[in-house]
């Protein structure tokens, strides 16, 4: 459900005049409309207001205007509808340890990338982060995903609860330390048969997905499992910490903390794992699968319905959107030769 524009009041920079006007995002882009006045701002050039309780929200642009809306109410509906990551600012800035530590973070991360470069900075810089922040990611990412592109799951309970509980079954199989803290949700999507990994633990699993393997659970299993190797290498933080880098550094020079992690759905959505992460999942899956006694060789079913779901579907444009969601994966030969190798130990 789209948002109504938001009445605001905008100031040139030039002249103290103030003009009415309506905001608008889309397309990466704030759009203000008035008399005589009908300007696109690319979001980097905006500077947002932090978010205090009370009290007029001052927007900067880059070329000194300013945009004022006396509604804080008003402004924080709108800008939570287009901008969502807010909250995680707001939280993690309520918290000042957190702060603390993402700025300790962020410091070793610009060290270790003059250093190293990227991959081995975000290493680091994982060493620094606590698990905490993971999950305030996590929950913040969640809150973005079900508002942009997700609804709430129509499985039975009973369904959910079959799932859930073959999956819990099978990890129990691993030695406890090995297994970081999950969780399972369902969700209606756009995105098809899917299923992917939030930092903190979160695993979303679609309906479609549920529907697409019907009662082969082993199969969910598997994908899970593959999952539950994302979270347990924390991929999706090490991802969002990468993709953030720069805009990251910049904000450091700036000083303008409210930037540091805005537009972290639209980061997630963007962003691919790397090969050597998908393969690692790959193991991690391939481990607690052998550990249950299910064969590994069940996750190629699995790539054979997606690729025939996937042919009968036309091309889904939003699986490009969710690069690191299990169905955007590249299922090529060495993979299936990879879970039918394991399967042949089994
Ligand atoms: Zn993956």
Aim: glycine share 8%.
């Amino acid at each position: 459900m789209p948002t109504p524009p938001l009445p605001a009041t905008y100031f040139d920079g030039l002249q103290a005049r103030p003009h009415p006007v309506t905001l608008d995002i889309a397309d990466g882009a704030l759009h203000i409309h008035g008399d005589g006045i009908a300007r696109s701002v690319p979001l980097h050039g905006v500077r947002w207001p932090e978010r205090t309780r009370h009290g007029m929200r001052v927007t900067h642009l880059a070329d000194g205007g300013e945009l004022h809306c006396a509604d804080s109410a008003a402004w924080d509906r709108w800008y939570l509808y287009h901008g969502q990551s807010e909250s995680l600012v707001v939280r993690l800035q309520q918290s000042w340890r957190g702060v603390l530590a993402s700025l300790l973070a962020m410091v070793a991360l610009l060290v270790a990338v003059q250093q190293w470069g990227l991959p081995l900075a975000a290493q680091a810089s994982l060493l620094v982060l606590p698990q905490s922040v993971d999950v305030t990611l996590g929950d913040t990412t969640l809150l973005a995903v079900d508002q942009d592109m997700m609804r709430p799951s129509q499985l039975p309970r009973a369904e959910q609860a079959r799932v859930q509980a073959a999956f819990a079954q099978a990890v129990a199989h691993l030695p406890p330390a090995s297994v970081p803290d999950w969780q399972l949700v369902f969700r209606a999507s756009h995105i098809g048969p899917n299923a992917l990994a939030l930092p903190g633990g979160t695993i979303i699993m679609t309906d479609e997905m549920v529907y697409l393997v019907g009662r082969d659970t082993d199969v969910l299993t598997a994908v899970l499992a593959h999952e539950l190797g994302h979270v347990q290498h924390r991929d999706g933080v090490r991802m969002l910490v990468q993709v953030t880098l720069l805009g990251t550094v910049g904000s450091l020079v700036l000083g303008d903390f409210s930037t540091l992690l805005a537009g972290t759905t639209a980061l997630l959505g963007q962003a691919d794992y790397s090969c050597e992460a998908e393969h690692a999942a790959d193991v991690a899956a391939v481990q607690l699968l052998q550990a249950a006694r299910i064969d590994p060789a069940t996750m190629v079913t699995l790539f054979d319905k997606l690729a025939e779901a996937r042919k009968a579907k036309h091309a889904d444009t939003s699986e490009h959107w969710l690069g690191i969601a299990f169905a955007s994966h590249p299922n090529d030969a060495e993979r299936v030769r990879f879970f039918q190798q394991a399967g042949k130990g089994h």
